[in-house]
């Protein structure tokens, strides 16, 4: 049901943008003002985000340490699963960020007769969340092209790199079709097991549409007869960045579907789940040094709480501890 | 739930299919065997908590108080302020999934809201609908809702089905915490005086007398007093306990059913007996006799008033440091939680065995050393004679307690504890272990009868392990450092793996340790020793142990 629902929003967004086209008045306004308000809603609202999670403090010092504490000399000290210092941190959220450690470590548990749990191998999400945003970050890189003049070398070297085996003409990029494959995995994955079904909200379907919907565009206009002319997109972008812009006339449906499906993910990302893109940073378990023990945290807002004191035990206990000969205080006389 | 236990052949169908339905129509389901009774309303109030009342999961109606939507709402956007955890845990999860496994209560009991990442969202929704602006427009298709009683329910039912074990977050791609959450909801539940008993009562216990059980301070003297007869009894020799010492080197503060509970006893007389025979200048205290902070399970603040009492006494008696026993949530505190809380410590010293030497540096601010540390490094330095034959009546295996394993990364030292004193030593699988180690599903103050039914469910992944070394390798002792497990790990194996006890690290090092002057025939536990014929005492404690650790599967 809330696939289906997120389905429909996409297929809206593509049917409106499409009527829009028709007009002139629609063009400008998906070819111009929605990808800025689109870019300066992400950017303000990413921005807002980070500082509204930066303004609350974080009192305590709770790391998971999914490794050995740095203790005693001669026991060896896991510094990536539990950093005892900042090295050791940075490591351990770059091996997330970039390699999403905790995900390779999943398993899966299934309950055998006997009754017995085995565990198996889980690393499909692994590999599928990690191919997803690898070739996520590739294509958004590639698409620098159609900003910048002259093109910077490393992005034509990623752009080879990335059209490497040649296959088609023109040439196929590798992660268009991993990302394709990476996306599809990962919705079906929710549709198909029953518990990820009955967690996912429609939140959960929609930016993977979306994000479908906005690579299959980008391979249609690139592969097929619906071909767009590459210096008319250049000619917008660079009209876009440089705040002059121009709507080519050439440009059709299909090219203003694949912005406006970019655009519709900008507008959405810092309301929504995808606000993990920053979050990560920030998560204590993961960003902060198990030393502990070593070097004191500031709470600041630590306040004094009511204890009960020494002096009050021992006056509530003194006549038992006196007749069972145990160290007082004060010694007084009582009856 | 009296008489009506369960069998384990009922518990182990567990169906893993959620409802055709909704989640957020499923109702909360308050089935006995499932939940902890109500707080006593005479220790809720010597606690000054609020909203005291008679009350009980099971009535129809839970007497909230007339503005509870607003005290828990006002909480929550308090405690939003007050925690970057909470607030970032709020908006970032992905629901990939990758928890719902994880949790010991989902394997067990397939209930999907036992699956760490429904849990939270049973706080999310409410966060959404009065926190968010998507959830004030889209309400349910944003996943948000309203707080009604019956979420409040839910809330109960679940908040205290999570050992807060921190399991679920090894495995988050964003290091999500549910124990986080779980710990924010139950502060919550308690703002409108929806406690249960087995936390608010050992909390009121552990308040005023200073151990969980309401014991007065002669009745502390006269446990460890007749642990020192008992071990004279058992070795020959006559060791000291002292109490509320000035002047003494070391606090030592351990869990107190290390002093009223069994198996916990023998680990206790394990202390008594090496600390004797390193001749180590330390004391007890009544004041501050119990290390385990049922706070922890309360609130923040419940958390901090228990725990003050140990800096205190520390301050009061003169000692340079504080060593600390074998507990799991005593050490998270201790460990995460204490300098902060009432720190800085900088009446202390840093901490130096005064039998090695050795400087233990990674805790020099907390002034604070966990026994397997110290321990560990008595043996690395020769300084203790170990006979690991007299151990040669178990085969051991070790249960890495959540908290020293998730929360303090103490992985290795009890290890190389129980290497040392004794020589059959054998690992559960891989995957339960370590940091990915399963709970004793009864942890974080759950353990009681009334619960019965749902501790067996979550202990059901950590007994499965143990099954498997028990049939493998032949093993009958599971080695732990808790003393929440020391209690609630027997039950649950004799209920899923008849055949396997229960013992603390400490106890093997009881047994192994060979003592000045000692005559022993019987172990700690009054069973006959092994090995004590044959062994001379000279020459058979420097040998290498003979590796039999199995890391299959
Ligand atoms: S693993 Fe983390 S992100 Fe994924 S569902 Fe669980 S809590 Fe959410
Ligand atoms: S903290 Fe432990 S008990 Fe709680 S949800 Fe996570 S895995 Fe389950």
Redesign the pocket.
Known sequence: MRALFSLSVVAVVVLLTIAAVATSGGRFFVGTILPYAAIATFLVGMIYRVLHWARSPVPFKITTTCGQQRSLSWIKHDNLESPHNLWGVLGRMALEVLFFRSLFRNTKAELKDGPRLVYGDARWLWLGGLAFHWSFLVIFVRHFKFFVEPVPGWVSGIQELDGFFQIGLPIFYITDGILLAAITYLFFRRVVNPQLRYLSLAGDYFPLLLIGGLATSGVIMRHTSLRVDITDVKLLATGLISLDPVVPESLGAVFFVHLTMLSVLLLYFPFSKLVHMAGVFFSPTRNMSNNNREQRHINPWNYPVKVHTYEEWEDEFRDVMKAADMPLEKDVETK | MAGAKPKPEKLSSVDYHPPSQSWMDVPPNVRPGTFNWAANPANAAYLDLPHVRKWQPTDEDWKLPDNWQQIVLEGLADRLQKYRSLKLFMD?????????DKCHFFLGSGDPKNM??LR?ELLRSVYRRDFTTAGKILGKLAGARPLTPQVIKEWFLYFYQCTECRR?SV????G?D?AEITMMGRELLNSIGLGIDWITTPAANCFRTGNHLGIQPHGFKDSLDFAVDELAEITGVRVEAPINRKGAEILFVSPSADYFASPHYYTLLGYLALFHEIGLDYTWSAYASEGGNFGLFHSSDMMKRLNAKIYAEARRLGVKWILGGECGHMWRVLHQYMDTMNGPADFLEEPVSPITGTKFDHARATKMVHICEFTSDLIANGKLKLEKSRNDNVRVTFHDSCNPARAMGLLDEPRYCIDHACNHFFEMPENTIREQTFCCGSGSGIGTDENFEMRMRGGFPRANAVKYVHEIHGVNMLACICAIDKATLPPLLEFWVPGVEVCGVHELIGNALVMKGEHRVSDLRGEPLPGQAGADGEGAADQPAEKEVSKDV
């Not at chain 2, 970032?92 to 719902?100: D, E, H, K, P």
């Open positions: 970032i999860c992905v629901r990939c999934g990758a928890c719902a760490p990442v939270a679920c495995f988050c791609p964003y999500i549910t």
